[in-house]
T-cell receptor, first 115, second 115 residues
Framework: AQKITQTQPGMFVQEKEAVTLDCTYD???????LFWYKQPSSGEMIFLIY??????QNATEGRYSLNFQKARKSANLVISASQLGDSAMYFC????????????FGQGTRLTINP | DTGVSQDPRHKITKRGQNVTFRCDPI?????LYWYRQTLGQGPEFLTY????????KSRLLSDRFSAERPKGSFSTLEIQRTEQGDSAMYLC?????????????FGQGTRLTVV
């Protein structure tokens, strides 16, 4: 079975600062993909970034980067130069071959950006 | 294409009534997923279709739940004899390829309240 653990229920950050959201995962499958989604109060899940288990470099997408440490089974999301619009719930998720094509999500971190 | 759409956005029903939700995926996507999200939790996988075939069902999907995807286009999720514990956000997602990196696009969800 696959599992995602997000240990930070809430984070408070000043605008323009960088923030790191923690994610650790557990799987016995050597082939997997890690995803981060943002969920604003409207409810829609918005894809942010993806990291494959065999990718040699950390993924980056604009202000988002993924700090992938395979040996530690961690996939932390880094948001640079935070903005007020970044306030939302953030979910880490894993997809594996053994788990078919479904995403297994963590419990999420609520990020609040203060002006 | 306007993305994944779900209808209705909100549904209030009395305990014991049947409800049906609809999901229209992105038109060229052959994979469709249903998730359930309760307050303060991450989404939990319910079921998954590839075209019209239902390939996997979670143990969360009791016999009161049924999902269909006729002709591999839109999908419906029906809950019979609703219970208060069914109150949740029901999310639909679609994706297009077998690649691990294929992001799942989510709809805005249907929020069900059972009174």
């Amino acid at each position: 079975a696959q599992k995602i653990t997000q240990t930070q229920p809430g984070m408070f950050v000043q605008e323009k600062e960088a923030v790191t959201l923690d994610c650790t995962y557990d799987t016995s499958d050597p082939s997997y993909g890690l995803f981060w989604y943002k969920q604003p109060s409207s409810g829609e899940m918005i894809f942010l970034i993806y990291q494959g288990s065999y990718d040699q470099q950390n993924a980056t997408e604009g202000r988002y980067s993924l700090n992938f440490q395979k040996a530690r089974k961690s996939a932390n999301l880094v948001i640079s130069a935070s903005q007020l619009g970044d306030s939302a719930m953030y979910f880490c998720a894993i997809r594996t071959v053994q788990g078919a094509q479904k995403l297994v999500f963590g419990q999420g971190t609520r990020l609040t950006i203060n002006p | 294409d306007t993305g994944v759409s779900q209808d209705p956005r909100h549904k209030i029903t009395k305990r014991g009534q049947n409800v049906t939700f609809r999901c229209d995926p992105i038109s060229e996507h052959n994979r469709l997923y249903w998730y359930r999200q309760t307050l303060g939790q991450g989404p939990e996988f319910l079921t998954y279709f590839q075209n019209e075939a239902q390939l996997e069902k979670s143990r969360l999907l009791s016999d009161r739940f049924s999902a269909e995807r006729p002709k591999g286009s839109f999908s419906t999720l029906e809950i019979q004899r609703t219970e208060q514990g069914d109150s949740a956000m029901y999310l639909c997602a679609s994706s297009s390829t077998d690649s691990f990196g294929a992001e799942a696009f989510f709809g805005q969800g249907t929020r069900l309240t059972v009174v």
